[in-house]
Every structure is written in C-alpha cells, then in structure tokens.
C-alpha cells in the first residue's frame, strides 16, 4: 500500500521560511518522480515543483528563486525548502509521487496535506 506522509506546515509571517517533509512507503522507490503540490482556498491544485529520479528539478514560476525541492533516498523523504514566503503561498501543500517523461505526470497518490498559512 502505498503512504505519502506530509508534514512541517504551520503559520509563519511574511518573509519567513517553512521546511515540509514527505515520507513515502510501499511502491513508491526511488525510481519514482516526486512533486509538491498546493490547493488554496476557492483554487484548483497547482504543481509547485517535482524533482526526478535523477534529480532534475523544475518549478513553478511562482515560486522559483524561492523553494527548493529534494530527496532523501534513504530516508524515503522527499521535502520543500520554502523562503521569503508571502501571504499568496497560503495553501495546503501535497506530496505527489509520479513520472517524469519530458514532464511531471502524477500518479493518484497523496498524502494527506499540511497546512501553510502566511500572515502579512
């Protein structure tokens, strides 16, 4: 069975800095695809940023210069460094496990959400 646990959300201010944490078990190998999502209020669920097997890594305009994505492979972890965080990062933040082939492809796989909320 496959389990995506999220964690390290919270309430910080403007500016501040966030380390989210994804700890995956069953299928889910290091031949996986990992992304982060996040759902705001009233939004569709956007991609954040994925890293591959190989560790390529790519994000969302948004939040690029900002977030940094990475694993752990031994740790089966995968996380999102989030700095100079600003009120419109608000959301609930997704572990995603997928494919990359040119682009990130996700499996229906997720966690349960952590919950980031930025004060201004």
């Known amino acids: 069975q496959v389990q995506l646990v999220e964690s390290g959300g919270g309430l910080v201010q403007a500016g501040g800095s966030l380390r989210l944490s994804c700890v995956t078990s069953?299928?889910?190998?290091?031949?996986?695809?990992m992304g982060w999502y996040r759902q705001a209020p009233g939004k569709q669920r956007e991609l954040v940023a994925f890293?591959?097997?190989?560790?390529?890594?790519d994000y969302a305009g948004s939040v690029k210069g900002r977030f940094t994505i990475s694993r752990d492979n031994a740790k089966n972890t995968v996380y999102l460094q989030m700095n100079s965080l600003k009120p419109q990062d608000t959301a609930v933040y997704y572990c995603?496990?997928?494919?990359?082939?040119?682009?990130?492809?996700?499996?229906?796989?997720w966690g349960q959400g952590t919950q980031v909320t930025v004060s201004s």
């Open positions: 890293i591959t097997s190989g560790g390529v890594t």
């Open positions: 069953g299928s889910i190998s290091s031949r996986n695809a």
């Open positions: 995603n496990a997928g494919y990359y082939t040119g682009s990130y492809y996700p499996y229906q796989y």
